[in-house]
């Protein structure tokens, strides 16, 4: 009646051992450390490494170790307080061709690690991470968007058969339509009253004849300023994808900016150099028109811009943006059949592909450019190059746009809605720039104006009162359990114990970032798990009131109990995937683990409990008494007397 067989007890005890090995590297903790990655083309190579060993004896920084990785190394230290100074010097060291990041290590066991076993990631809360409050440019959203409706007035014009001579957009803001007479200018402006909506046509104050104005009324301002905002934090969302970030915290902070947090960060390096670049790519004719030698002489032509090639090539380029990185849909790197050389490989939106197909057609065997656009924030500096603090003892860092011209070829035919890349410098610039236009393109520039890393010193307090908290719960319910259930309450507390074993081995198993609310739901898991034991050992006493015997109370407690648990544990997972649906950031964490628990305690309460039973009491042939309690034995004694 009270026995499982074989394979039953190996599959739980070999579920048991695996929970105690994926849970174990969570106890040996983590080293402090600072990685160095490159940037682009450069290297990290044991040359390299050999000189910031170097400067570290001399600056009488001790170290535990150095890593060198494929893309990268790290150092080990001993505490974060040199870990810290060891950051600023190894920055000074390398230079600006590399990403210096204060880094977390785990201090797993090689036999550990060759198993995957990984401890599972803290929150920002408890470990620390990256902070990022980024800025967006509104202005350059109208002004793409004027740009994009000039365009849309010509095409509009165009395809009706409205003459018009000039169709002109202003730096200072405003589009202004100049027509051959009043005919034209009266049929046109209806036309694009009718076809453009967004925009509000006024008589101009130029003073030119048979002209009119055009701004973007105001709702088309909200509106586009609120899709780019969106537009950009969607790209967040997937650079962090990329990252393989868990639980992010992608939100708007007031009307133009947002705030990213990536809690439990591995790779902090990776982060800044994903994320803090902020990549977009502008497609414009080369102004093939003027001569370079007055542009290089200060006298560039009006409605032109000089630029640079990645060699430092000048270059003359229309002032005027065809297409840009938001038409971009995918991108993916590979090889020029013929050179050979890395490329990109570009495709369009059905936007994107019209606007190219008609400009491409319009200029074969002209040249077209693909400008490369940065935005990076870097420490500012003193007249002595070093980092200017703020009153808090943080850097202060300042923006820097990097404007660059990738490639200007000559378009040998009409193109569509896929093109290549080309003129990069390596393989991982490909990989790089594709992961970047994949990630999806800044619908509008974005300016980190606070970066902070932040340290796990504050976040040692709370996992302190978090896990002090959980374990003097756990010996409460212990106590009363053992109390007042005797054995079987020690059974109860041994299943409760098992499970809080399984719920972490599997958050660590699945790289789940647990953060504050989610040290709640273990200790809501601890106490929920343990009113499945309740009621199985209330069940069991009330068969013995009934006067069954030890061995059929046994068995009817578990199977009677068994569908009031799962009811309740069903209504507590629905409440639990609501909330990891419909929640963001802390909420979902919170869900994640009280979701697990609730999986977890199911295998325990049930057939744990129940198979540490058996093994007790399965093979007693004659099971007089079973000790549930002196009140339930008494009751017992009573009925059977």
């Not at 190894?90 to 230079?95: H, T």
């Not at 009043?182 to 036309?191: F, N, P, V, Y």
Request: proline letters at 4%; a neutral charge.
């Amino acid at each position: 009646m009270n026995k499982y067989p074989h394979w039953k007890y190996f599959l739980i005890f070999a579920i048991v051992v695996i929970g105690f090995v994926y849970a174990l590297p969570n106890l040996y903790g983590e080293y402090p450390a600072v990685q160095i990655s490159p940037i682009r083309t450069a290297k990290v190579d044991q040359a390299l490494l050999t000189i910031v060993e170097g400067q570290l004896k001399q600056a009488n920084i001790a170290y535990a170790g150095i890593v060198l990785e494929d893309k990268g190394a790290k150092i080990r230290f001993a505490d974060t307080e040199t870990q810290i100074r060891a950051r600023d010097l190894v920055q000074k060291v390398v230079g600006e061709q590399y990403v210096v990041a204060l880094n977390l290590l785990p201090a797993t066991p090689a036999w550990l690690a060759a198993l995957s076993a990984k401890p599972m990631y803290l929150g920002l809360d408890l470990r620390g991470g990256v902070h990022f409050l980024m800025q967006v440019d509104t202005g350059a959203v109208l002004k793409k968007a004027e740009e994009s409706y000039t365009d849309d007035m010509r095409r509009v014009l165009r395809e009706k058969k409205v003459q018009y001579l000039t169709v002109t957009r202003f730096e200072r803001g405003g589009i202004e339509i100049r027509f051959r007479d009043g005919a034209e200018r009266d049929k046109g402006r209806e036309l694009l009253r009718k076809e453009l909506p967004g925009i509000e046509l006024s008589d101009t104050d130029r003073g030119a004849d048979f002209a009119i104005g055009a701004r973007m009324n105001q709702t088309a301002i909200v509106e586009k300023t609120r899709l780019a905002l969106e537009q950009n934090m969607n790209s967040l969302r997937n650079r962090v994808n990329e990252l393989g970030v868990a639980e992010p915290i992608i939100q708007q902070q007031g009307q133009d900016r947002i705030v990213v947090q990536l809690p439990g960060v591995q790779d902090t390096a990776k982060a800044k150099e994903i994320l803090g670049r902020t990549a977009t790519l502008e497609i414009m004719m080369v102004d093939e028109e003027h001569d370079l030698t007055g542009a290089l002489s200060g006298q560039v032509p009006a409605g032109s811009k000089l630029y640079k090639m990645r060699d430092g090539r000048p270059i003359l380029l229309k002032n005027r943006l065809i297409y840009s990185g938001d038409n971009i849909v995918d991108a993916a790197p590979g090889f020029d059949s013929q050179s050979s050389t890395p490329i990109v490989s570009i495709a369009l939106d059905a936007r994107g592909a019209a606007i190219n197909q008609r400009v491409t057609g319009e200029s074969v065997g002209k040249r077209m450019a693909v400008v490369y656009i940065e935005i990076k924030s870097e420490p500012r500096l003193d007249e002595q190059g070093k980092p200017v603090l703020d009153v808090n003892g943080r850097p202060l860092r300042v923006s820097k746009r990097v404007e660059e011209v990738i490639t200007a070829p000559v378009i040998r035919s009409q193109l569509g809605k896929r093109f290549q890349i080309e003129g990069l410098d390596s393989v991982e610039e490909a990989n790089e720039l594709s992961l970047l236009l994949r990630a999806g393109a800044f619908a509008a520039p974005v300016e980190i104006i606070e970066e902070r890393t932040v340290g796990p010193s504050l976040g040692a307090d709370n996992i302190a009162k978090g896990f002090h908290s959980t374990w003097v719960g756990f010996a409460a319910i212990a106590l009363f359990m053992s109390v007042y259930y005797a054995i079987f309450g020690l059974i109860s507390v041994a299943a409760l114990a098992i499970n809080v074993l399984l719920l972490v081995a599997l958050l660590s198993m699945l790289q789940a970032t647990l953060t504050l609310p989610g040290m709640a739901g273990i200790a809501l898991t601890v106490g929920m798990a343990i009113d499945a034991n309740v009621l199985i050992n209330e069940r069991i006493r009330e068969e013995l009131r009934n006067g069954n015997t030890p061995q059929a109370s046994i068995y009817s407690g578990y199977e009677r109990a068994f569908g009031t648990i799962l009811d309740s544990n069903v209504t507590n997972l629905i409440a639990g995937l609501a909330l990891f649906m419909f929640g963001t950031g802390p909420i979902k964490g919170f869900a994640v683990v009280l979701c697990l628990g609730i999986l977890t305690s199911m295998f325990s309460s049930v057939m744990v409990s129940r198979s540490l039973v058996n093994l007790i009491y399965g093979s007693r042939r004659r099971l007089e008494k079973i000790p549930i309690g002196n009140t339930a034995w008494k009751e017992t004694s009573s009925t059977t007397g």
